[in-house]
């Protein structure tokens, strides 16, 4: 009995394999299932919105001239039922302008300048897409694009409970420090709902998604060393979200320790966003999505 179902199932390899390889000779070198989705034409008209983000930190008057920049799209751009732009995807710039803040500079009208250049997007069949910031591919960051994106309603509530207060400030002291990891992941997990920190409380769980091994250890360690080295693609996305989430809270917590606000320099942390638009109108050929079996 095993010898015959042996056999039985030697031919059925076999014959599979030879009904693939008679298939691809009659599909150009096609498998029989590629044509079964048909790609579909979409137009990306010019002015749609790109939603990116920053993979690591500019400082006006620190990043030099000539810099060179890692962008990503942080959401899927859909056009109707289709994605066109995948979230995840990589954006190069360069800055083009960085000149830091000073006295004189008040004084003289001469204010904090960063800018950044942004290249073209690469979309399904090598295809290119130009991208517009606010001055035709130039990217201005300013103190109210870039500034602390904490709940600050949230983060007041919390900061009258004298508990509270007392383990927000030793979190952003030893996120300052880079000490004590395991105590700022709890700290963190603690905070993370209650202050609408929601890349940082999905990087709590686990997995956050299939087959992603991102956690909220390896956002941290991507916020002390500043840069998302060793990340792309999606991962590199999520970590910089959680990043810009955790440093904006630090950075709140010292302006309420200090009782100061952001000074004149203009600081884009990782994650910082960037909304952009598309520079002109490109057709993409896209896969429909497949339909859903069962619930």
Known sequence: MKKFL????????IGGVAYVGISMR???????????????????????????ILLEGLDAGGSK????????????????????????????GEVTESRGASLMGAVGNRPARLAITLGELKLAGNKEISLKGDKGAVYTFTQAN???????????????????????????????????????????????????????????????????NLTLGSALNALQRGDLAGLAGVDAVLAA?????????????????????????????????????????VTVEVLPELPKIGN
Do not use: M, Y
Request: net charge neutral.
């Open 6 to 13: 042996s056999a039985a199932l030697g031919l059925l390899v």
């Open 146 to 212: 870039t500034a602390d994106r904490a709940d600050s309603a949230k983060l007041e509530r919390l900061w009258e409970d004298p508990k509270s207060r007392e383990a927000l400030e030793k979190l952003s002291e030893d996120l300052k420090a880079g000490k004590n990891p395991a105590e700022q992941e709890a700290a963190l997990k603690q905070f993370a709902e209650g202050l609408g920190l929601e890349t940082t409380r999905e990087l709590t769980e686990k997995p956050v998604e299939p087959g992603r």
């Open 241 to 281: 979200q959680a990043v810009g989430e955790i440093a904006d809270l630090a950075s709140s917590v010292d302006h309420k320790l200090r009782g100061v606000f952001k000074g004149r320099t203009i600081r884009a942390t990782i994650g910082t966003p960037l909304q952009v638009k598309t520079g002109e109108t």
């Open 65 to 92: 001239v000539g810099q060179k920049v890692r962008l990503a799209v942080s959401e899927d751009v859909k056009l109707g039922d289709h994605v066109v732009i995948f979230r995840g995807t990589e954006v190069s």
């Open 26 to 52: 009659q599909n150009d070198g096609k498998l029989p299932w590629e044509n079964l989705v048909k790609p579909i034409s979409v137009k990306i008209p010019a002015g749609t919105q790109v939603p990116l």
